[in-house]
């Protein structure tokens, strides 16, 4: 029965090809040189690779060129001139003008005037600048002395013709480019750029646009492929989504070898990853069917038509792996780049002991933080499963832990590849408790020029990313319940944090405004089994409250709190973030949840306040001096910022909002 | 009389603003908010700046989402499942794929066959891995235990509908196109990239392509100033030469005038400026003119139709300088990018003194080379006028010596501003005498992924360079009188260096074939007025071979040197290396020269030994563990580099190629 075939094409991976082995036999089996040569106008020719060497030919500058406004002078006639002294010289009665052609011939005692980048005449031999002279009738009074040769630019002395200005693989930029353009090329021999035919496959796929039915998602694997092509001078052609059915993937595969390779990304069972392979099987060669690597072992390296064939992972983050280790190698040496862009790997140190499984080449996501204390960065594992799109948009890059590594333990010095040269390390990282307000800030920082990455993971999880020195900043809103005071009691005295004071929120019960309730108050909400609430995410400031809140209520009617919890429609389900929370409500996926007024106002929904919290910032000290830091704070305290926040009702702004809080005493 | 014209001209800049209030008052002046947004289609977006916030409108996974290709169930039914007792769970007969919409619900007792990427069924909670299972009928064993909530990715739990994906501002790249096309939008809102109308002006300038007629040069502003604007964002159109007429420049102005920006460089003298500010005057208003800064003072700053209006000087250097000033910040502003791209700005060491003039914003190119004792960059000030191209083209970038301080003394910490974010340190920098057979070497060091700068100064300064720890690698052939002995003898014992040996080269004359002489030896060269010689450049090795046998050949007749050397028509002449001198004879700008039989050949030319020289290879030690070093050690043993070399009659291979000739003991 059909269980068997999911049996059986697992089993066909059960022996994959060592990493390095596999990449060395597919790169040895395939032609990985550049696709060819073109001759593109020079307007066009920036970022391209050079294809031939460039070679001078003309002399630049291509005549002896005046660098001053001035006079063409016989040196030894303006010798021991001086201020006393000055020295008469003839004007010839000529002004060379930048791009004229000289009439008169420079000899002793006859002098003509001259303009910056004009023509030296014959016989001159050096350029009195004219604030060292004047003109008096038909004479001009040297002040100044001339040495042979000054002001003077000798023709070929900037570039002389024959000399090698390029060779073969120079990416040309402006640098490059304006030498090409004073040589007087208007096209420039560059590698062509290799031209990618992109297939996704999966009957689950639906183009971006398409209406979404159940259980289908939208394509994300040809964006990123599309997109890292561009990153290494490929081109990429998307040819659309294909379902599983080996003669329409067939066609469109034979469509693609138009091309100059093919990359196929294959849905995510295995049963899709079949039908790839055996289309693969039929127009070509597989040279390496699987490789031991984690994420993207199912990867498919093969041959068609002589052009190289790539079965991709479905899971996002497999395919950008699989990508980035067997894709963009080959595309680069096809585009007449070195296959290494060794200049993408940053050196940091890993932040936590990671555990990897032996024997497979393991591909760990990392998220790159700035360590203040080592100057490098700090690489974090992202531990999210490599079905999410977001782990892969949060990861900066991956670490390699090669099939003979069990363990990389915490501070080991590695390299880390980049998933794009663009991608630059943010140079300030939120991480902890989601505020909506948060985001005039972030949007007045990249104004300043700072870049930022946001995580919500909450306060609890936020503290620790503090305490780790992974955040620059985390905004913490933690309810102690006996002491009833906010975020102090849980700063330890050996923390090396400091506490700014943030503002005030009100937090409460949001719910549909058309929504039925006699007494809208927590303990009623709670027992209304048919409505459903959408809970937030343990950890998060707002979850602790609530079952703070619980807790008092089952105390109240003495109720086992865990019963109470189980009766409450709803409780498991969790959501991040204060927004999502009023989203649900509003699009009726959940009756009610907690969420602070500024999320619910802004969904236009019914708020019932259950009370004011302090939503405070905190930062490592060791961040203190770091300028994308500094700016925050000065934001903090800046009218711009409480303008925006008093644009909210829910918010309130304290006298000290800004003032360091804790350590109280320094 | 005329001459008074250029004197005139000069006084209009004689009171020129400070920099940082130029800069401050211009863009308080004109409009630096971003030109517009559009809406462009996904496939178009990377690299794009995103004009509006997005918020996720939908949940990804839209759905439960099974993670493994398994069996649905109610995770209860497994537990205390193990190999010796077996669950046995009815076969409820449905295979549910990715993309299918399930039909039947999962209860106790009941489980479905799943797919990875395939809804999860109502009523089951975890997914058993094929692995873990077997079918046996129309019943699966399980043999594993799963957890609730096993192998399943709940709806929204990568993105929840309502969260905030995306700030304003955000640059787009693979990771955020991903996000955003999981999302399902086809259409993104990005900053419109600011058109800026570009014109060069003089009437001595041409465009590539056009003969070169005496006194033109080639257009080379044009080419920087539009390569700097795709490489931040905006998209340049330039609209032509205009020579120095006031009517025709206006008209090409009122032309710019249409796009979002007008950039005009003048040309080099100050005449041209005049007709260019007068234009502006005309049509808009100068808001600054003359700025005090060097290069750069005569850039003027305008508005005209309320756009913004720059006219750059006309040397090129100047012209980049100016423009990283002052437009670059604006057209970032103006493609909605934060107006300082503080990334480009490295932290660096100067390598030696540099004096600035009092009052003057002064702005020093730098060549950047890695120092491996620092481990940081040391910035190398480039001396070449503004006038030479290749000074610019050598240059990474420059420094900013602010007009209060007048000495930065060597070592000092500073921050260059790159000239462009694609400027990459060249892995290796090979700096002294030029060598024909480099080339191969270079071309494999970019292979493997290795970038080289290469600048020909001669065998003498390039030992300088390599003992201050700029060059990695610096090619001598130095020739000592006394000893007869080649390099070794002009190493200290306390120089940090380390010599590796290279290969025989064979100097000599270079002539054309159909040149009549009829004893061709170098006594008889120098006798012949008519023949004009083209000489190398002072300090490099072969200039001081050719000096070493006039020397001889003085001594011999008795005849005092300087009158030798003053009778020998064109000794004055100089050119960089042994190509130049080989093309330039070929040419017939020359008649003879001093250059490797490798040259002659290229250009088939007449060759008379005058001997074999070595030419070896001289590294700092503390360049010696660095990769790409280490690489051209590798490569100076390679066959392949030797097969190259053989290629030339004119070299010879000692045995000990790539050995290390000093010093001697370690």
Same mark, same amino acid.
């Given at each position: 029965?059909?269980?068997g075939?999911?049996?059986?094409?697992?089993?066909?991976?059960?022996?994959?090809?060592?990493?390095?082995?596999?990449?060395?036999?597919?790169?040895?089996?395939?032609?990985?040189?550049?696709?060819?040569?073109?001759?593109?106008?020079?307007?066009?020719? %920036?970022?391209?690779?050079?294809?031939?060497?460039?070679?001078a030919?003309?002399?630049?500058?291509?005549?002896?060129?005046?660098?001053?406004?001035?006079?063409?002078?016989?040196?030894?006639d303006?010798?021991?001139?001086?201020?006393?002294?000055?020295?008469?010289?003839?004007?010839?009665?000529?002004?060379?003008?930048?791009?004229d052609?000289?009439?008169?011939?420079?000899?002793?005692?006859?002098?003509?005037?001259i303009?910056?980048?004009?023509?030296?005449?014959?016989?001159?031999?050096?350029?009195?600048?004219?604030?060292?002279?004047?003109?008096?009738?038909?004479?001009?009074?040297?002040?100044?002395?001339?040495?042979?040769?000054?002001?003077?630019?000798?023709?070929?002395?900037?570039?002389?013709?024959?000399?090698?200005?390029?060779?073969?693989?120079?990416?040309?930029?402006?640098?490059?480019?304006?030498?090409?353009?004073?040589?007087?090329?208007?096209?420039?021999?560059?590698?062509?750029?290799?031209?990618?035919g992109?297939?996704?496959?999966?009957?689950?796929?639906?183009?971006?646009?398409?209406?979404?039915?159940?259980?289908?998602?939208?394509?994300?694997?040809?964006?990123?492929?599309?997109?890292?092509?561009?990153?290494?001078?490929?081109?990429?052609?998307?040819?659309?989504?294909?379902?599983?059915?080996?003669?329409?993937?067939?066609?469109?595969?034979l469509e693609?070898?138009?091309? *100059?390779?093919?990359?196929?990304s294959g849905?995510?069972?295995?049963?899709t990853?079949?039908?790839?392979?055996?289309?693969?099987?039929?127009?070509?060669?597989?040279?390496?069917?699987?490789?031991?690597?984690?994420?993207?072992?199912?990867?498919?390296?093969?041959?068609?038509?002589?052009?190289?064939?790539?079965i991709?992972p479905?899971?996002?983050?497999?395919?950008?792996?699989?990508? *980035?280790?067997?894709?963009?190698?080959?595309?680069?040496?096809?585009a007449?780049?070195s296959?290494?862009?060794?200049?993408?790997?940053?050196?940091?140190?890993?932040?936590?002991r990671?555990n990897?499984?032996?024997?497979?080449?393991?591909?760990?996501?990392?998220?790159?933080?700035?360590?203040?204390?080592?100057?490098?960065c700090?690489?974090?594992?992202?531990?999210?499963?490599?079905?999410?799109i977001?782990?892969?948009?949060?990861?900066?890059?991956?670490?390699?832990?090669?099939?003979?590594?069990?363990?990389?333990?915490?501070?080991?010095?590695?390299?880390?590849?980049?998933?794009?040269?663009?991608?630059?390390i943010a140079?300030?990282s939120?991480?902890?408790? %989601?505020c909506?307000?948060?985001?005039?800030?972030?949007?007045?920082?990249?104004?300043?020029?700072?870049?930022?990455?946001?995580? %919500?993971?909450?306060?609890?999880?936020?503290?620790?990313?503090?305490?780790?020195?992974e955040?620059?900043?985390?905004?913490?809103?933690?309810?102690?319940?006996k002491?009833?005071?906010?975020?102090?009691?849980?700063?330890?005295?050996?923390?090396?944090?400091?506490?700014?004071r943030?503002?005030?929120?009100?937090?409460?019960?949001?719910?549909?405004?058309?929504?039925t309730?006699?007494?809208?108050?927590?303990? %009623?909400?709670?027992?209304?089994?048919?409505?459903?609430?959408?809970?937030?995410?343990?950890?998060?400031?707002?979850?602790?409250?609530?079952?703070?809140?619980?807790?008092?209520?089952?105390?109240?009617? *003495?109720?086992?709190?865990?019963?109470?919890?189980?009766?409450?429609?709803?409780?498991?389900?969790?959501?991040?973030?204060?927004?999502?929370?009023?989203a649900?409500?509003?699009?009726?996926?959940?009756?009610?949840?907690?969420?602070?007024?500024?999320?619910?106002?802004?969904?236009d929904?019914?708020?019932?306040?259950?009370?004011?919290?302090?939503y405070?910032?905190?930062?490592?000290?060791?961040?203190?001096?770091?300028?994308?830091?500094?700016?925050?704070?000065e934001i903090?305290?800046?009218?711009e910022?409480?303008?925006?926040?008093?644009?909210?009702?829910?918010i309130?702004?304290?006298?000290?909002?800004?003032?360091?809080?804790?350590?109280?005493?320094?």
């Open positions: 029965m059909g269980g075939k999911f049996i059986l094409s697992r089993k066909e991976f059960h022996d994959v090809a060592d990493f390095f082995e596999a990449k060395k036999k597919y790169y040895a089996a395939i032609d990985t040189r550049p696709t060819g040569i073109e001759q593109i106008s020079i307007h066009q020719a %920036h970022g391209r690779v050079l294809a031939e060497k460039i070679i030919k003309i002399d630049v500058p291509p005549f002896a060129r005046s660098t001053k406004d001035g006079f063409a002078v016989v040196a030894s303006t010798f021991f001139a001086d201020e006393e002294n000055p020295k008469n010289i003839l004007f010839s009665g000529e002004k060379i003008a930048a791009g052609l000289p009439e008169k011939e420079i000899s002793g005692g006859i002098c003509s005037e303009a910056t980048g004009a023509m030296v005449p014959r016989g001159a031999n050096a350029i009195v600048m004219i604030e060292y002279a004047e003109t008096d009738g038909n004479m001009v009074i040297v002040y100044r002395p001339a040495t042979p040769g000054e002001n003077i630019m000798h023709a070929g002395s900037d570039m002389m013709q024959g000399e090698t200005l390029f060779h073969e693989g120079q990416i040309l930029n402006a640098r490059e480019t304006a030498v090409i353009a004073a040589q007087g090329f208007t096209r420039v021999p560059v590698f062509k750029k290799p031209v990618v992109i297939i996704s496959t999966g009957n689950e796929i639906l183009e971006p646009g398409e209406s979404l039915s159940p259980g289908k998602i939208y394509d994300i694997n040809s964006r990123i492929i599309s997109d890292f092509c561009i990153e290494n001078a490929a081109e990429p052609k998307f040819l659309g989504i294909v379902k599983d059915d080996f003669e329409k993937i067939k066609e469109k595969v693609a070898l138009l091309f *100059d390779m093919v990359i196929i849905g995510t069972s295995a049963g990853g079949d039908l790839c392979y055996r289309v693969l099987e039929e127009l070509g060669k597989i040279i390496v069917h699987g490789v031991a690597i984690k994420p993207g072992k199912p990867v498919v390296l093969g041959v068609a038509k002589k052009k190289p064939f790539i991709l479905g899971f996002p983050t497999s395919a950008a792996v699989t990508f *980035d280790l067997f894709v963009r190698p080959l595309i680069r040496m096809k007449g780049l296959p290494d862009t060794e200049y993408k790997i940053i050196d940091s140190t890993i932040a936590t990671i990897s499984d032996k024997g497979k080449h393991e591909l760990v996501l990392v998220n790159l933080v700035k360590n203040e204390a080592t100057d490098i700090s690489a974090y594992p992202i531990t999210k499963s490599s079905g999410s977001t782990t892969f948009s949060f990861a900066d890059g991956f670490l390699e832990i090669p099939a003979n590594i069990e363990t990389v333990s915490k501070d080991s010095r590695v390299a880390i590849n980049l998933f794009s040269k663009n991608i630059r140079d300030i939120f991480i902890g408790s %989601h909506v307000m948060l985001e005039p800030a972030v949007i007045m920082l990249r104004k300043s020029g700072f870049t930022t990455k946001i995580m %919500h993971v909450g306060s609890t999880l936020g503290l620790e990313a503090c305490r780790r020195g955040a620059d900043i985390t905004g913490i809103h933690l309810l102690d319940e002491t009833e005071e906010y975020n102090l009691p849980f700063l330890h005295k050996d923390d090396k944090l400091t506490l700014f943030g503002y005030i929120r009100e937090q409460g019960i949001v719910y549909r405004k058309n929504t309730i006699e007494k809208p108050d927590l303990g %009623h909400f709670i027992h209304i089994k048919k409505l459903r609430l959408i809970n937030r995410n343990k950890g998060s400031g707002t979850r602790i409250l609530f079952d703070i809140l619980l807790e008092a209520i089952a105390k109240e009617n *003495d109720f086992p709190i865990e019963d109470l919890k189980n009766n409450i429609s709803g409780y498991d389900i969790e959501a991040n973030t204060h927004t999502a929370v009023s649900a409500v509003a699009l009726g996926k959940a009756d009610w949840g907690i969420a602070i007024r500024t999320a619910a106002d802004n969904y929904l019914a708020f019932v306040s259950l009370r004011d919290e302090h405070d910032f905190c930062i490592p000290n060791i961040k203190l001096g770091k300028p994308s830091v500094k700016k925050f704070l903090l305290k800046s009218n910022f409480h303008e925006n926040l008093l644009k909210s009702d829910g309130k702004i304290p006298e000290d909002i800004g003032d360091r809080i804790w350590p109280k005493s320094f």
